[in-house]
């Protein structure tokens, strides 16, 4: 008996104990964190009806909180015939404190069934210091996680007006040391811009000095409008990445990083009254006005661009005024809009078609662009000058009207037509514009091309091979210039005082050139033995030795030759040079 | 040699080709439209007229017949003539409106057509150019070798001739590989079935709708490999489209 009370008193007490437990629970992923380290608070709850928990405490305590992941599982049971739905809750949300100390994470209230419960407050210790890789000795200077990687979002004006353009720089610095590393989200995302047209975004990447340290920049620069006078703000550039780096024993840590940027405030002030010309363009633009020719004919239409340069939304600047143009038909304008890469120059072409309608020496009055210049505080006009043409008259007194404006002859004779569809061309003379089709095939021709500059190179290089070779390889000079030298001699023998002793000398300088020796002083035997140990033909050999041995017989024999053998000599000796400069050639090659 | 064409051209159009062009022109207003079609096509056949503003008023008269294929078709080839003719792209624009789907042409790019055509940036002019410009650049680098041939100045000739070598190479790629580009065509037909491979006993994959552009980047035989705007391919017969590129002929 005594046993039972016991029982039913244990029993009693649990279920008293179950029923006093809170169905909601709390925790953070680490009691311990860096200044911006990424915890999480993880919020659970069981009950048939959980609702969101309130998270507004929280962030009142100066700890930022992202967006939760979410968890749920649902369960029915039936107790006594009674089907009741659990569900069990789990929220994770990731949080950071941008500064150092010991943070409460207050009570957080979630209603259950109903009912409000509370969590546990839980306490979070913030520090700043993080253990880095080796430094430097020069630098001294304590490195802190929010030292490897942070975010900066730099504004080119904060006081501006209505429509004027802003550059806004969002700026991400990882240190360029220490082997620091930032997991970034796959899209960057932007922050709230809400009241600003968005303009021309482009991103760069940058190395730069900041605070003593290198960093590697990535930049992204965005070109804002404010669409509308007030105080405007530019929403904080959020978003949680993973930094990498080395301690000083050179283990790689790793920490989830919140990157925040604080909100940026802009002052706009409305425009002053608006002339009535303006269209709407701010900022600062110039005006160019393009007239191709000055000598017009009647009916044939001349395109007038008018050209607007400058930083400024391009979808506010309207089209210039055109004046009046009674002589004249002016089209609508015809728009392009081009913006530079890299900046916020932007150029906005209005290209118009006139077509003089009637002769004559007429005035193109002035083209005026107004714009507000937030420099000068007002309106501006940008005014191009008057330009005096000369209208022709159409030499086939025809009644076309031009429509199409461009260069060629053919589009200027196509006369407007009511319906959606441009009439034929009925001008014979278009038809002479003959094309081709265009197409990036080579024709043959070209293709084989390249052919003759390479003959050309081919050529010019054995020749320069072979000038290099007589500048300064004498020998090879000597035999080059060998047979030249000995036929001239040869030829110019019977009209010299001695010509056989010409003829001599010029057949042993011959041989010698060509053999790279002495020439001079050579006798005949010797020739004789030198082309025989360069096994040159023995009749060729035998036929110079005669041709020497002859000259030598008539310069001691002391009697002048008479013409018709010193010629019969020289047409021999010509000969046989000839027939040893090949053989000699022939036996080096 | 251009120049001696277009005088013969002239003289000869100012004599008959004028005459059928202006009797074309008048059956155009008088509302014989296959009248004027032939005018016109006589001369594309007769003369090898190959004008911007013949090919126009083809399309003009074949517009106003009521085929809007043949129309498309030859303000294309207008267009693939003079990009700029604005009268050829506004009246373009009007036909395809009245086209069954209106559908854009294919894109060029989306199409592969080898990675060589792809990835390589020059077209076979410019890699002409270049290796005409490495051959004049090894011919300037020899002539400083021959006065001053430093070691330098004898790896930069050697570069030059490997340079021009290596693009005159690219040139030939690149030449072939455009040979085989697609080539735009209109259909041409009411409607064109489509098959996946060459047999018209399959069913069609997709139809195409006269008017409707494609890339054609196959022949074989009496069939054609079409690229339809939005990744769709098949094989067609060959006449039920027009290639712009052989317009006329």
Redesign the interface.
């Known amino acids: 008996m005594r046993c039972y009370v016991v029982y039913i008193a244990l029993a009693a007490w649990l279920a008293l104990n179950a029923h006093a437990q809170s169905p909601v629970s709390a925790d953070v992923s680490s009691r311990r964190v860096t200044v911006n380290e990424v915890f999480t608070i993880i919020i659970g709850a069981n009950g048939s009806d959980v609702k969101e928990p309130d998270m507004s405490g929280v962030a009142e305590a100066g700890i930022v909180v992202g967006a939760p992941s979410h968890q749920s599982q649902t369960s029915i049971r039936t107790i006594q015939g009674k089907t009741t739905m659990m569900q069990s809750r789990t929220w994770r949300f990731p949080a950071s404190i941008a500064n150092e100390g010991t943070y409460t994470i207050p009570r957080i209230p979630v209603v259950v069934d109903g009912r409000e419960y509370l969590t546990q407050p839980m306490t979070v210790e913030v520090t700043r210091t993080v253990e880095m890789g080796a430094r430097p000795p020069h630098d001294t200077a304590e490195l802190t996680i929010d030292d490897l990687a942070f975010v900066r979002a730099i504004v080119s004006k904060s006081n501006v007006y209505q429509g004027e353009p802003i550059l806004l720089k969002l700026r991400f610095y990882t240190l360029d040391q220490y082997y620091v590393n930032v997991e970034t989200p796959r899209a960057w995302p932007f922050p709230e811009t809400e009241g600003f047209y968005l303009g021309v975004q482009w991103q760069q990447n940058v190395t730069e000095q900041y605070a003593g340290r290198n960093y590697r920049i990535t930049e992204i620069n965005q070109a804002l409008y404010p669409a509308m006078p007030g105080e405007l703000t530019i929403g904080a550039w959020q978003w949680q990445g993973g930094v990498r780096w080395y301690d000083a024993r050179r283990r790689p840590q790793t920490a989830a990083r919140m990157f925040a940027t604080e909100p940026v405030r802009i002052t706009v002030s409305p425009l002053p009254p608006r002339p009535a010309n303006f269209t709407g363009a701010v900022g600062l633009f110039r005006m160019n006005v393009q007239l191709p020719e000055k000598q017009w004919t009647q009916g044939t239409p001349v395109r007038l661009s008018v050209t607007i340069l400058g930083e400024g939304n391009p979808n506010t600047i309207g089209a210039p005024t055109m004046p009046e143009m009674p002589w004249a038909h002016i089209s609508d304008p015809e728009v392009e809009t081009h913006q530079q890469e890299n900046s916020m120059e932007v150029t906005k072409s209005f290209s118009y078609l006139i077509t003089p309608l009637d002769a004559g020496e007429q005035v193109v009055p002035p083209v005026e662009f107004t714009y507000f210049s937030p420099i000068h505080k007002d309106y501006k006009t940008e005014r191009f000058r008057e330009i005096p043409v000369v209208v022709q008259p159409a030499a086939d007194n025809n009644t076309f009207v031009a429509?199409?404006?461009?260069a060629?002859e053919?589009?200027r004779r196509?006369a407007v037509f009511d319906g959606?569809?441009?009439?034929?061309?009925?001008?014979?003379q278009?038809?002479?514009?003959?094309?081709?089709?265009?197409?990036?095939?080579?024709s043959t021709f070209?293709?084989v091309?390249?052919l003759m500059?390479?003959m050309?190179?081919l050529v010019?290089?054995s020749l320069?091979k072979h000038?290099?070779r007589l500048t300064q390889d004498r020998s090879y000079k000597r035999r080059y210039y060998a047979k030249t030298k000995c036929l001239t001699a040869i030829s110019e023998a019977p009209r010299g005082q001695d010509p056989t002793e010409t003829l001599y000398r010029a057949i042993n300088g011959f041989v010698g050139d060509m053999l790279d020796i002495n020439g001079a002083g050579l006798t005949s035997s010797e020739v004789e033995t030198l082309l025989l140990e360069r096994n040159v033909d023995a009749e060729i050999t035998a036929v110079l030795v005669r041709v020497l041995k002859a000259c030598e017989r008539a310069r001691y024999a002391g009697r002048t030759s008479t013409d018709e053998e010193v010629n019969a000599l020289c047409d021999t000796a010509s000969d046989i040079v000839d027939r040893l400069h090949a053989c000699l050639q022939e036996k080096r090659s | 040699m251009n120049m001696v064409?277009?005088v013969i051209?002239?003289s000869s159009?100012?004599g008959d080709?004028?005459d059928i062009?202006?009797q074309a022109?008048e059956a155009?207003y008088q509302g014989d439209n296959i009248r004027a079609i032939a005018g016109y096509e006589r001369?594309i056949s007769e003369f090898?007229?190959?004008?911007?503003?013949?090919f126009?008023?083809l399309g003009?008269?074949w517009?106003k017949e009521g085929r809007l294929g043949k129309a498309v078709l030859y303000y294309e080839a207008a267009l693939?003539?003079?990009?700029?003719?604005?009268?050829a792209s506004?009246?373009l624009e009007?036909v395809l409106k009245n086209t069954k789907r209106h559908l854009p042409a294919p894109d060029r790019n989306e199409l592969n057509r080898g990675a060589f055509l792809h990835y390589y940036p020059f077209?076979?002019?410019q890699s002409?150019l270049l290796?005409?410009a490495a051959?004049?650049a090894?011919?300037v680098l020899?002539?400083v070798?021959?006065r001053r041939g430093t070691p330098r100045v004898k790896w930069l000739y050697r570069f030059s001739l490997v340079f021009?070598a290596v693009f005159?190479a690219l040139?030939?790629g690149?030449?072939l590989a455009?040979?085989n580009?697609p080539k735009l065509a209109v259909t041409v037909r009411d409607e064109a079935p489509v098959y996946f491979s060459m047999n018209e006993l399959e069913s069609p994959r997709f139809l195409l709708y006269e008017g409707d552009r494609v890339l054609i980047d196959r022949i074989e035989g009496d069939w054609a490999r079409v690229y339809a705007y939005g990744g769709e391919r098949g094989w067609t017969r060959k006449d039920n489209t027009g290639i712009v590129?052989y317009s006329g002929i």
């Not at chain 2, 090898?48 to 013949?54: F, R």
Request: a neutral charge.
């Open positions: 429509i199409g404006g461009s060629e053919q589009r196509i959606d569809m441009l009439p034929i061309i009925t001008d014979a278009a038809l002479a514009v003959n094309m081709q089709w265009k197409t990036a095939r080579l070209a293709l091309s390249p500059p390479l050309l190179l010019t290089q320069l000038w290099r | 064409l277009l051209m002239l159009l100012s080709g004028a062009f202006d022109n155009y001369l090898g007229v190959k004008s911007p503003a013949l126009y008023n003009n008269a517009f693939a003539l003079d990009p700029r003719f604005d009268a506004k009246n009007t077209t076979p002019m002409l290796t005409h051959l004049a090894a011919l020899l002539f070798c021959y021009a005159f040139t030939v690149s030449n455009a040979r580009a590129e």
